[in-house]
């Protein structure tokens, strides 16, 4: 699974990502007040937590999508976001009547309309990315004709294609099969290199593989707190000693950040 599709422009570095003052309440109770939170520039930061702690709404927050979430998000030269932002979510999102292929696509398509300016160089592009997340035969079918982890392998394609410098991403590789994840990882940390990104998930391990540093979200109101990572960088080996080690101490963490109130 190599590519050089997608990759971030060599010289180009993205800046830290400063959240001041995120705050969320459903039904009066709050997930989250005067949240801060700082995304190393170009780093991956790996956020975990319990079930329904609040890190989808963060990420969302970030993401400046909706909800009633408030709190200023600005990069470290105080500009905004907006338009230099890919966002996975976790639901894959890809429109159900355009093939995989035109999924990838979509932002180019949005963005000059159908067929428009450099459509060609899109699309091969877009090929590129599905033949290294493994769908390069699927790239004419539409999503209902692939598996959960296949559809998943095609947003991850839509959202490396998107090629911008800060990345938000909701459990990117919780629907497949182990092997599958580990290339995956090794695929993104190499496509993601440079830039800044957030990163959500359940697997401690996949923490410990492609966290430049690690944040786990507890309690109510949640607040974050930091976990050591060990000092090789990513994307680390998953059968070193020192990262089993790690995952162990990182597991006991979750169970206290789970039962804390
Ligand atoms: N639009 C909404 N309206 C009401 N409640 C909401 C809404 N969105 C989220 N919530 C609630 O906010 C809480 C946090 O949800 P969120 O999806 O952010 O959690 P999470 O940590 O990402 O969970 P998971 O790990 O299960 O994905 C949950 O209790 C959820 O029910």
């Known amino acids: 699974?190599?590519?050089?599709?997608?990759?971030?422009?060599?010289?180009e570095?993205?800046?830290?990502?400063h959240l001041t003052d995120g705050t969320l309440s459903f039904q009066g109770e709050p997930l989250f007040t005067g949240l801060q939170l700082t995304l190393p520039a170009?780093?991956?930061?790996?956020?975990?937590?319990?079930?329904?702690?609040?890190?989808?709404?963060?990420?969302?927050?970030?993401?400046?999508?909706?909800?009633?979430?408030?709190?200023?998000v600005r990069d470290s030269d105080g500009a905004s976001l907006e338009g230099r932002l890919s966002y996975m979510a976790q639901q894959d999102l890809l429109l159900p009547w355009l093939t995989t292929l035109q999924n990838v696509c979509l932002g180019h398509r949005l963005r000059y309309g159908k067929g428009g300016k450099d459509t060609r160089t899109a699309e091969m592009r877009?090929?590129?990315?599905?033949?290294?997340?493994?769908?390069?035969?699927?790239?004419?079918?539409?999503?209902?004709?692939?598996s959960g982890g296949m559809r998943q392998r095609a947003a991850l394609a839509r959202t490396l294609f998107e090629n911008q410098p800060f990345v938000l991403m909701d459990e990117p590789f919780?629907?497949?099969?182990?092997?599958t994840r580990l290339e995956l990882q090794e695929l993104a940390a190499n496509l993601l290199?440079?830039?800044?990104?957030?990163?959500?998930?359940?697997?401690?391990?996949?923490?410990l593989r492609l966290g430049d540093s690690i944040?786990?979200?507890?309690?109510?109101?949640?607040?974050?707190?930091?976990?050591?990572?060990?000092?090789?960088p990513a994307p680390r080996n998953p059968r070193s000693v020192d990262i089993l080690a790690a995952q162990s101490a990182l597991?006991?963490?979750?169970?206290?950040?789970?039962?804390?109130p």
């Open 126 to 146: 877009a090929l590129e990315l599905l033949r290294a997340v493994g769908l390069a035969d699927a790239a004419g079918k539409r999503p209902a004709a692939l």
């Open 215 to 232: 944040l786990i979200m507890s309690g109510r109101p949640a607040t974050l707190e930091s976990f050591p990572i060990p000092a090789e």
């Open 193 to 207: 290199k440079g830039r800044t990104v957030l990163l959500v998930t359940h697997d401690p391990l996949e923490a």
């Open 251 to 260: 597991l006991n963490r979750l169970l206290l950040a789970r039962d804390r």
């Open 42 to 72: 170009a780093q991956t930061t790996c956020l975990l937590g319990p079930s329904g702690i609040g890190k989808s709404s963060l990420l969302r927050l970030l993401a400046g999508l909706g909800d009633a979430a408030m709190g200023n």
């Open 13 to 17: 570095r993205a800046p830290d990502v």
């Open 174 to 179: 919780s629907a497949v099969d182990a092997i």
């Open 1 to 11: 699974m190599q590519t050089q599709a997608a990759k971030h422009h060599s010289n």
